[in-house]
Every structure is written in C-alpha cells, then in structure tokens.
C-alpha cells in the first residue's frame, strides 16, 4: 500500500512518528496522523483544514488535553495503532472510489473522517468543525484541481464554504492585496474611479469596461478602486467587497477534456453568486470571447451573459480600442451588457505627478536617488522620443531601466581592482612554475609578493566599498538621455542639448552642408520652430514640405540635413523613388499585399520601415 503513496502522504507518516516522539508516545494514533497532516502545510489536507481554522497548536492542546504526554521517549520503531491501520486502508479505499492510482494527503484525511471514532476525529470535534463539513471542504478543494464535479461527496454541494477556494486558485485577490501594501499607489484618475463606481453601483448591467491605449493605466484604475475599498472611501454599495482579479490563462490551462473549462468557470461564477460580495476583474476581456470553446462546446463569454444581463456578477473589464473593436463590437448581446469607459493617455504635467507619487518605490527597489529633473526629462523625453508606445508607461520604463543602470554600474568593481585580480593570478601562475622547477627560493619571494598584493586589493576593496556607502547614487537627466539614446539611437548630446538653443541655430547648421538655398531654408527653419513650439494638432506630422527645383540643387542634400539636424544621423530617413511606382499596382508595395493576395502578411517598404 505505501508504494501508492505520494511524497507528501510519505512526509506525512514521518511527521506523524516525529508528533508521536514529541509527545512521548510509544505508539501512533490518529491524532499524530492528523498532527502530520497540519504540520506538513502543504498538501490539499492541510489547506482544507487550513480554511477550516484548524491550527497545529489547537490540536497539539487537544490532544495534551485528552491523551496527555508519554513518561519517556520511546527508542526504536513506533508501530501504528490498529485504528490508525484502518485509517490508512480506509485511505486507499477512499483514493479508488475517487479513480485515483494514488493515495494523497487528502485521501488520509478523509479516511479519518470515514473512520470517525478514533481521537482524531474527537479533536477535530471539540474543535467545532463539523466532520461532514471537512469531507466536503476536502473533496470541493480537490476537484476544483481536477475540474470535475465532486463525485463521492458524502453530502449535497449547495452550502459553499464561505472561504474562496475556487477564486483564490483562479484569481488574485486585489483588495488583500492593498490591504498589504503591494499595489503601487494610483495619482489622479479620480474621475475615472467614481465613474467605475457609479456603474457599479447601478441595479442591472454593473459591468464597467475600461477601454483605452496600452499602458495609460486602466488596471492601475481597478488597483486604485481595490485601495479605496480598503480605506473605505466608496459607497455603503461597495463596502467591505472583494476585488478578485480573474486568471483566465490558469482556467483554461489543463482542462484536456471537453466540459473541463465549463466546470471550472461554473464552480467560480457559482462561488461569486453565494458570497455576494465579489467584483470580478477581468483584464484583457477580449479573451472571454473565444476563451475555452471547443467544438461543440459554448465559450466563456455566453456562459457569463445571463448572470451579467440579470446584475448576479459585478465585473469590471479592460481591453484596448483595437481589441475592443475587433471582439466585443461583434458581439452585440455580450457589449451591451458592458459599459464602457474611456481611460485617455495622462497629458505631460500629470505623467510628471505620477511619476513623483512612484519615486519612493523605484528608489527603495534601485537602491539610488531619484532627481526631480530626471523624473520631467523621462516624461519629455518619452513623450517626444517613444513615438509607438503611451504614457505614463514608457515614462515609467526610462526611470526603471535608468534606476536598474545606475544599480549595475555601482555594483561593477573598479578598473584597478580588477588590475590586483590579474596581478594576482599572473603571480600564482609563476608560483606553481617555481614550485614545479623546484626553485624553492623563488616560490617564497612570489608567495611573500601575493600575499602583499592581497593585502593591497583588500584595503583597495573596503574603500571603494566605504566610498559607494557614503554616496547615494542619483538618477539624473543625463542618466535618462543615455538609457532613451540607447533605446532610440539618437546620440545622447542631442538629447540633452536645450531644444530651443538648437532650434535658434537651425539656419545655420543647415548651411554647414547646404550652400545658398537662404530662402528654402528659412522657410523650412520657421516651420519647424512651429511645429516644436507646440503651435501644431500633437496627432499630425511634424511637417509636409515639397522641395521643388531642377536636378543638382540639393533637394536631397536638404532632406539629409534636416534628417541629421532632427535626429543625429542623415541616414534617419526612408526614400522612395516614385519612378518605381508608375504601373496602378505598384502601390501594393508601399503598403502591402490587399487580403486575399500573396504577401497579405508581409507588408510593404513603407509600413515596414516607418
């Protein structure tokens, strides 16, 4: 029979002997048995009594209480009882009414319930848990693993525990979360949080979606709301809620036959329904359509739609304009069971106050200091810079990776220790040759200079080492310039040099490589300084000229100018030569292929380099 065990019931057994050594027993009874099963912490019995409230001293006392301790300790082998032989026959035999090939720490559990008169289950009595109710905590617990309907529950399912079992293997729970400090703390979005209360609070279709661009914050909404629910500042309807984060990657994984997923999500939404007291977040919520469905089987989101329609489940969804576009305007019935809110992308001066409200937390995790400058450079910088991504996220990304450089270049030993390294090793090497010719003379003299050159690398060592203790490393706008020049390949000088300087002298860097052409050029300068004064929609290009003029007066020359003068380097442009475009069907490979054509996937010269 223990061929069958797991490693865990195997720990369990040599717990329960080490319980009974403790106690002074010369035997092992149940009760040591379930002291194995708490006290190995990790199996599904010890977190089916776990939610039970059923600790390791509460039963040690009990167990004091009803047995008290042996006289001495025993020596040699312990033998079981014959009850708790039964107990683990009964294991086996709970272990193949439930078609498993093997007997875990729960099937020893529930053969200590099936048993039901030795002192285990006395213990487990006095401690006010309900026998019935372990079984059947034991065997929800375990097939909420599987994704299968409890099959020998030993009792009807209707009354769920009041402990998220299901939930808390399928989702996070955002409001413990806060409660705990681990969500960074959310500046402004203030209308945008009562707006998602307001919805929630609405008696049918409470389901808020946040809709907006990757990485403007719509989950840090959600964080934010889990952050006022634990402080209380919502209303009565939303007091004492918890916010679960549903994972729908973890439902889906390992559900191999059909109906698996369905069960599993059923056993959720069933658990939501019981409690009353869950907001479901589900980010990306464009993965509920499709999710799960195989053939012949139904997908997450219709499962969802009644109890959204009818106000039973409270969620909140976030998904971006392309994705919410593509899935959720497809499907009428699912999208106006939402409602939709549109998080925008935070303007300059509110990227710069989110980034100072998550200094401390980059500057404790970074180990450095955090310039105000640095903190607008990342914000302008980014801005201006990181053209396909949105703030405040690619701000965040330049003091993260600027904080991790900083950290790293602290962390590199100076040139001149590294020189006492190799010095060091240079002389070991002509030691063992000495040693090897037998040049005993010689070996002392290295031996005596290795030691010296030992001493001198350790006192080199604790002074670099006192030194970068002394100073905070700071994290400045030149810092941020390098990270963003390394990222974008725009030299750091022209980065860091002030904008409005560069702009002054324009006409005449452009003149250093264009010689005459004055009024092409001052043209030119004026319309830039514009667009770079702010006097221009931030969503249009930078400019649309037409150089015009015959062959070999620098229409080109200028266009590489101003390329080098805008962005460092004159190769920072695309060129199309226009004669290659005549024929009406050549313009496919400017923007690629239409569908249904060889090269769909492709795209074309324009749309891959820009």
Same mark, same amino acid.
């Given at each position: 029979?223990?061929?069958?065990?797991?490693?865990?019931?195997?720990?369990?057994?040599?717990?329960?002997?080490?319980?009974?050594?403790?106690?002074?027993?010369?035997?092992?009874?149940?009760?040591?048995?379930?002291?194995?099963?708490?006290?190995?912490?990790?199996?599904?019995?010890?977190?089916?009594?776990?939610?039970?409230?059923?600790?390791?001293?509460?039963?040690?006392?009990?167990?004091?209480?009803?047995?008290?301790?042996?006289?001495?300790?025993?020596?040699?082998?312990?033998?079981?009882?014959?009850?708790?032989?039964?107990?683990?026959?009964?294991?086996?035999?709970?272990?193949?009414?439930?078609?498993?090939?093997?007997?875990?720490?729960?099937?020893?559990?529930?053969?200590?319930?099936?048993?039901?008169?030795?002192?285990?289950? $006395?213990?487990?009595?006095?401690?006010?848990?309900?026998?019935?109710?372990?079984?059947?905590?034991?065997?929800?617990?375990?097939?909420?693993?599987?994704?299968?309907?409890?099959?020998?529950?030993?009792?009807?399912?209707?009354?769920?525990?009041?402990?998220?079992?299901?939930?808390? $293997?399928?989702?996070?729970?955002?409001?413990?979360?806060?409660?705990?400090?681990?969500? @960074?703390?959310?500046?402004?979005?203030?209308?945008?949080?009562?707006?998602?209360? $307001?919805?929630?609070?609405?008696?049918?279709?409470?389901?808020?979606?946040?809709?907006?661009?990757?990485?403007? &914050?719509?989950?840090?909404?959600?964080?934010?709301?889990?952050?006022?629910?634990?402080?209380?500042?919502?209303?009565?309807?939303?007091? @004492?809620?918890?916010?679960?984060?549903?994972?729908?990657?973890?439902?889906?994984?390992?559900?191999?036959?059909?109906?698996?997923? !369905?069960?599993?999500?059923?056993?959720?939404?069933?658990?939501?329904?019981?409690?009353?007291?869950?907001?479901?977040?589900?980010?990306?919520?464009?993965?509920?359509?499709?999710?799960?469905?195989? !053939?012949?089987?139904?997908?997450?989101?219709?499962?969802?739609?009644?109890?959204?329609?009818?106000?039973?489940?409270?969620?909140?969804?976030?998904?971006?304009?392309?994705?919410?576009?593509?899935?959720?305007?497809?499907?009428?019935?699912?999208?106006?069971?939402?409602?939709?809110?549109?998080?925008?992308?935070?303007?300059?001066?509110?990227?710069?106050?989110?980034?100072?409200?998550?200094?401390?937390?980059?500057?404790?995790?970074?180990?450095?200091?955090?310039?105000?400058?640095?903190?607008?450079?990342?914000?302008?910088?980014?801005?201006?810079?990181?053209?396909?991504?949105?703030?405040?996220?690619?701000?965040?990304?330049?003091? @993260?990776?600027?904080?991790?450089?900083?950290?790293?270049?602290?962390?590199?030993?100076?040139?001149?220790?590294?020189?006492?390294?190799?010095?060091?090793?240079?002389?070991?090497?002509?030691?063992?040759?000495?040693?090897?010719?037998?040049?005993? +003379?010689?070996?002392?003299?290295?031996?005596? $200079? +290795?030691?010296?050159?030992?001493?001198?690398?350790?006192?080199?060592?604790?002074?670099?080492?006192?030194?970068?203790?002394?100073?905070?490393?700071?994290?400045?706008?030149?810092?941020?310039?390098?990270?963003?020049?390394?990222?974008?390949?725009?030299?750091?000088?022209?980065?860091?040099?002030?904008?409005?300087?560069?702009?002054?002298?324009?006409?005449?860097?452009?003149?250093?490589?264009?010689?005459?052409?004055?009024?092409?050029?001052?043209?030119?300068?004026?319309?830039?300084?514009?667009?770079?004064?702010?006097?221009? @929609?931030?969503?249009?290009?930078?400019?649309?000229?037409?150089?015009?003029?015959?062959?070999?007066? &620098?229409?080109?020359?200028?266009?590489?100018?101003?390329?080098?003068?805008?962005?460092?380097?004159?190769?920072?442009?695309?060129?199309?030569?226009?004669?290659?475009?005549?024929?009406?069907?050549?313009?496919?490979?400017?923007?690629?292929?239409?569908?249904?054509?060889?090269?769909?996937?492709?795209?074309?010269?324009?749309?891959?380099?820009?």
């Amino acid at each position: 029979m223990f061929e069958r065990f797991t490693d865990r019931a195997r720990r369990v057994v040599v717990l329960a002997q080490e319980e009974a050594r403790m106690l002074n027993h010369n035997y092992i009874g149940t009760e040591h048995i379930l002291l194995g099963l708490i006290h190995e912490g990790e199996g599904v019995a010890a977190k089916a009594l776990e939610s039970l409230t059923i600790s390791l001293e509460g039963v040690r006392q009990q167990v004091e209480e009803i047995i008290g301790q042996g006289q001495s300790a025993p020596s040699g082998h312990i033998p079981f009882t014959p009850r708790a032989k039964k107990v683990l026959e009964l294991s086996l035999r709970e272990a193949l009414q439930l078609g498993h090939n093997y007997i875990g720490t729960e099937h020893i559990l529930l053969g200590l319930i099936r048993e039901g008169e030795g002192v285990a289950a $006395q213990v487990l009595v006095k401690l006010g848990a309900d026998l019935n109710r372990v079984r059947q905590q034991v065997i929800q617990l375990l097939h909420g693993y599987q994704g299968k309907e409890p099959a020998a529950s030993g009792g009807p399912q209707e009354s769920a525990p009041s402990t998220s079992l299901v939930l808390d $293997q399928f989702g996070r729970n955002l409001t413990q979360a806060a409660r705990e400090g681990k969500l @960074d703390p959310v500046i402004g979005r203030e209308k945008e949080i009562e707006r998602v209360m $307001q919805v929630l609070s609405r008696r049918t279709k409470n389901n808020p979606v946040l809709v907006g661009e990757p990485g403007v &914050g719509k989950t840090a909404v959600v964080e934010g709301l889990s952050q006022k629910i634990v402080k209380g500042e919502v209303p009565e309807t939303l007091k @004492d809620k918890q916010l679960y984060t549903l994972d729908l990657g973890a439902l889906v994984a390992g559900s191999r036959y059909r109906g698996d997923f !369905e069960e599993r999500l059923k056993k959720v939404l069933k658990e939501i329904r019981t409690r009353g007291d869950i907001i479901l977040f589900i980010d990306e919520l464009h993965t509920l359509v499709g999710a799960g469905a195989a !053939e012949g089987a139904i997908d997450a989101a219709s499962i969802l739609k009644p109890m959204l329609a009818r106000g039973e489940l409270q969620t909140i969804g976030a998904t971006t304009l392309d994705e919410y576009r593509k899935h959720l305007e497809k499907d009428a019935a699912l999208e106006r069971r939402f409602q939709p809110i549109q998080v925008a992308e935070p303007s300059l001066s509110h990227t710069i106050e989110i980034l100072k409200g998550l200094r401390d937390r980059y500057e404790a995790h970074h180990r450095v200091s955090i310039t105000d400058g640095a903190l607008v450079a990342a914000a302008t910088l980014a801005d201006r810079y990181i053209s396909d991504r949105f703030l405040p996220d690619k701000a965040i990304d330049l003091i @993260d990776e600027a904080g991790s450089r900083m950290r790293i270049r602290r962390m590199t030993a100076p040139p001149d220790l590294r020189e006492y390294d190799e010095k060091i090793a240079v002389v070991r090497r002509e030691k063992e040759s000495a040693i090897d010719a037998q040049d005993f +003379e010689k070996a002392a003299a290295l031996r005596d $200079q +290795e030691k010296q050159l030992m001493l001198k690398r350790e006192r080199r060592e604790k002074e670099w080492k006192a030194g970068d203790m002394d100073v905070v490393a700071e994290v400045t706008e030149e810092l941020i310039a390098e990270v963003l020049a390394t990222a974008t390949g725009i030299p750091v000088f022209k980065l860091t040099e002030e904008e409005s300087q560069r702009l002054l002298r324009m006409e005449d860097e452009l003149h250093k490589r264009i010689i005459g052409q004055d009024d092409a050029i001052k043209g030119l300068s004026r319309s830039i300084r514009r667009t770079r004064a702010g006097l221009k @929609d931030p969503r249009r290009p930078g400019g649309s000229f037409i150089f015009a003029g015959p062959s070999g007066v &620098g229409k080109t020359e200028l266009s590489k100018a101003l390329a080098e003068f805008l962005f460092g380097d004159e190769n920072a442009l695309i060129m199309l030569d226009m004669s290659e475009f005549m024929e009406k069907h050549t313009v496919s490979r400017l923007f690629g292929s239409p569908p249904g054509y060889v090269g769909y996937e492709e795209g074309g010269q324009l749309t891959e380099k820009v």
